[in-house]
């Protein structure tokens, strides 16, 4: 019989993923097999496992966190329910990266706020603008996502930034975004965005500490480039 089409229950115990698993430990498993615990299921001519082979050959584990749900359902066995799986079970682990136990996190420098933002844009094709909401204490009260798409003093309106920031009473913020192209530096529209939050801030007694610019794996702050007083 041809063993693409050999159920999983037909398998040896041992040769079970999700046995294996329970017995040995989730490390004990490869991509493959880790991926096949999460799906399940395969199809009516592929057991789980062989379609996880042929995903991972196909697909290195980077590439698969990266792909579009439209992407993933172009793949032959891979449905809607299969591709939520795979999209869900990568962000469970981008949003691991910058978990913290703390109650809240504090900033001391823009070395924390890459690293509190930097695996959340990581990926991402497009420009995020993200604020950060500070108590007296720079302490991060929330993490706002204000506008998706290249940034642009027309678009970008003070008002968006700080609405929920007034609302929450934050003393200060912090605005990020990310260039998908990789590098950080600051464009004329980024600093021409950043003096007019800082002005709009100093309108409504909220300072604007930092805007942080993330690149791949590198970041520039534009406090520390002296555009924030």
């Known amino acids: 019989m041809d063993d693409r089409i050999i159920r999983i229950k037909d398998l040896p115990e041992e040769e079970r993923p999700r046995e294996r698993l329970m017995k040995r430990g989730a490390e004990s498993l490869s991509n ?3 991926l096949a615990v999460i799906l399940r299921t395969g199809t009516a001519k592929e057991n789980v496992i062989s379609l996880c082979n042929r995903i991972f050959s ?3 584990i980077k590439q698969l966190s990266q792909a579009s749900l439209t992407k993933l359902m172009e ?3 891979v449905g809607n329910a299969k591709a939520a799986q795979i999209a869900a079970i990568f962000e469970l682990a981008r949003r691991l990266e910058s978990f913290c136990e703390e109650p809240k996190r504090k900033i ?3 070395a924390d706020v890459y690293s509190l933002i930097y695996p959340q ?3 991402l094709k497009k420009e995020r603008l993200t604020t950060l909401h500070l108590d007296t204490k720079n302490n991060v009260i929330r993490e706002e996502i204000v506008s998706i ?3 642009n003093s027309n678009i970008v309106h003070p008002r968006e930034v700080f609405k929920s920031a007034l609302l929450e009473s934050a003393a200060s913020v912090i605005i990020t975004h990310n260039h998908p192209s990789g590098d950080p530096s600051p464009s004329r529209e980024d600093i021409a965005v950043t003096q007019k939050l800082v002005d709009g801030g100093k309108l409504l007694g909220i300072d604007v500490l930092d805007h942080v610019i993330i690149g791949d794996g590198c970041y520039v702050s534009l406090k520390d480039q002296g555009y924030i007083p």
Do not use: C, D
Request: charged share 30%.
């Open 58 to 60: 196909e697909y290195n």
């Open 32 to 34: 493959s097999e880790l």
């Open 149 to 151: 798409g290249t940034l």
């Open 121 to 123: 844009v990581r990926e």
């Open 108 to 110: 001391k420098s823009s």
């Open 75 to 77: 793949i032959h066995g």
